[in-house]
C-alpha cells in the first residue's frame, strides 16, 4: 500500500462503502466493504483538509509507514498516510465502531456519477455515526498547528466529535506516546484562549489539580475558531439554532475549496437540505448558494447568512451575501476589496445574534425568488448620509450635535436617521435591523457594557434601485444604549437583491 496509488474504477459504482478498521489495524490491509444498502454497523467518519499545511521533512513520525494516494484525487489532496488512518481507525475501534468513512477512499474519485450519488445519499443521514473524527492537519500527517476551516475541509457533518492530534500526555490516548483525542468544542474554545486545561491522572479534576498545555493545534484566537465554536457550542445550538446557523455560514465563507459549487454542498446538509449536485456547473457558486438559501427560506428558517461579513463588498448578483472569496484547494479565502485582495478573515466581525436582548427581533424570515431577490418584512428607518466636515480627513460632525441617531458603516460612511416626513432623499436608504449581537466568549457570556461587547445592535443599509427594489450597500454596528430607539421604528417590507 505504501506509495502506492489506489485504483477505485473496478469498483461497482452507487453503493455505500466503508473501510474496515479490523483488517486494517490487525492485517495492515485496506479492506472496502460495500453494499447497495447501507449495513447497519457502527462507523466513524473521517474529517479533514483536503491540503493541509506543508509537510516537515525533518519530523521523523511523520511518514513512518508511508503514504498512499487515490486515483483521481491526486493533483487537488494530500497523499494519505498509513499511520495517520491507522490511528483513525483504532480509535473508530475504542469507541465501538468497527468501520470508517473516508471520502477519498469511500467516494470513487473518477466516477462523476458515483460522486453525485453519495453527495445525494450521504452516510449521515441514512445512518448517523456516533462518532467524527478531525484530522486538524489533513490525514497527510499527524502534526499542529492547522487551519481549522480552511483548505476545503468537511463541514458536512452535523456532530464532529472529537479531534485526533499528536499528543504525549496520557488522556483521551488512542496510542500511547504518540495520539489523543480531545473533544473538538473543548480544543476549539481551548484555541481560542491560547491554552487547554487536562486533569492530572483518572481521578476527579474537583480539586483543581491540572496540567495547562499551550494550545494551539487548530490556530489561536483567530475568527475561524470564534465563529467554529459558537457553531459548535451545544448551548447556543439549543437556545437558538438559528445563532447556529449564523455562525457555519461565517464559517464557510472563510473557507476555500479548488471547485466553487462544493462551497455549498458541503455545507447543505447542516441546515437540512439536499440539492441536486447534478443541476449545478462545477463554477456555479452563485445558482447552488441562490437554490440552498431559497430551500432555508422555505422551511420556515431565518435568512441566517445575512449580515454575516459587513466589511466585504456585498455579492453584486446576490447582495444579502457578501462577495464569494476566490477558490482554491489550500491556503486561505480572498476577496477582492476596493483596497485590493484581502483575507476574508479580517473582513468577519464574529459574533451571534440573541433574540432574547431585542424582545423576539432577529435576522428576518423571507422568500426568495429565482432572480436573487429576498422579500421580507423587518423594522426600519429611513437615514441619508452625513457628508464629512473635512473631506481630507473625513471628520464627521459629533453624534452630540444630532438630534436624529448617528451610525457609522462598516464602509467608513456616516448615515443619519431621518424622520418618515422628512426622508425625500432619491433613492431611498434605509437602515434595517437585524438584532443584537454577542461576541464569543468561551465558558462566559460578556455583559453588554463589557468593553468589547458595546456595538451589539447589527444594521444592514439597503439603497432602492428600482420602485420598489432593494441591494445591501454596507453594515453598521450601533452602541446596545440605542437598544429603545431601533425597537420604535415601524415595520417595512423590503425585496433586496441585486442591483
Known sequence: LAHSVVDLDSLQPLRYRLIDCIAFIQEQTLSIVASKEFPHVNYCAISYVWRGNPIDPNDAEIDIAGTFA????????????????????????????????????????????????????????????PRCIYVPHGVSMLSPPANPLGGGSHLEERDIACSLCRCRTSAYTVVPQL???????????????????????????????????????????????????????????????????????QCALMRTSSRPVDMVLSIMGLFGVSLDPSAFRSDDRLAATMALAQEILRMGKRASWVGISFKAPPCRQLSTFPEFP?????????????????????????????????????????????????????KAAPVRQVLPIDKTALVFPSAASHEHMLMTAADKTMWQVVDTDEDTSDPRVFAILLGWF??????????????????NIRLLLVKEHAPGRFYVITGSSVDYTATSRVLAWAVRNFSVGGP
Not at 100 to 108: H, Y
Not at 351 to 363: C, D, I, K, T
Request: aromatic content about 6%; charged content about 20%.
Open 70 to 129: 487515490v486515483k483521481g484525487s491526486q493533483l487537488d489532496s494530500d497523499p494519505i498516510s498509513i499511520e495517520v488512518l491507522r490511528h483513525a481507525c483504532i480509535a473508530s475501534v475504542q469507541h465501538g465502531a468497527d468501520y470508517l468513512w473516508l471520502d477519498r477512499v469511500c467516494i470513487i474519485q473518477t466516477s462523476r456519477e458515483d460522486k453525485t450519488w453519495q453527495i445525494k445519499s450521504g452516510l449521515p443521514d441514512v445512518q448517523p455515526c
Open 179 to 249: 495520539t489523543a483525542l480531545c473533544h473538538v468544542e473543548v480544543l476549539v474554545a481551548a484555541c481560542a484562549v491560547g491554552q487547554l486545561k487536562v486533569p492530572r491522572g483518572s481521578g476527579s479534576s474537583s480539586d483543581g489539580d491540572f496540567d495547562t498545555y499551550d494550545a494551539a493545534i487548530l490556530g489561536r484566537q483567530s475568527p475561524s475558531l470564534e465563529a467554529l465554536g459558537i457553531a459548535m457550542s451545544g448551548f447556543i445550538a439549543v437556545s437558538d439554532p438559528d445563532a447556529k446557523d449564523h455562525a457555519m455560514w
Open 326 to 378: 476566490q477558490t482554491s484547494v489550500s491556503g486561505s479565502a480572498y476577496v477582492q476589496t476596493d483596497t485590493g485582495r484581502c483575507l476574508v478573515a479580517r473582513l468577519v466581525d464574529v459574533g451571534y445574534p440573541v433574540q432574547v436582548q431585542m424582545n423576539g427581533e432577529s435576522l428576518p424570515r423571507g422568500v426568495m425568488d429565482d432572480e436573487g431577490y429576498m422579500h421580507f418584512s423587518c
Open 438 to 455: 454577542q461576541k464569543y466568549a468561551p465558558a462566559e457570556v460578556l455583559p453588554a457594557w463589557h468593553p468589547s461587547n458595546i456595538q
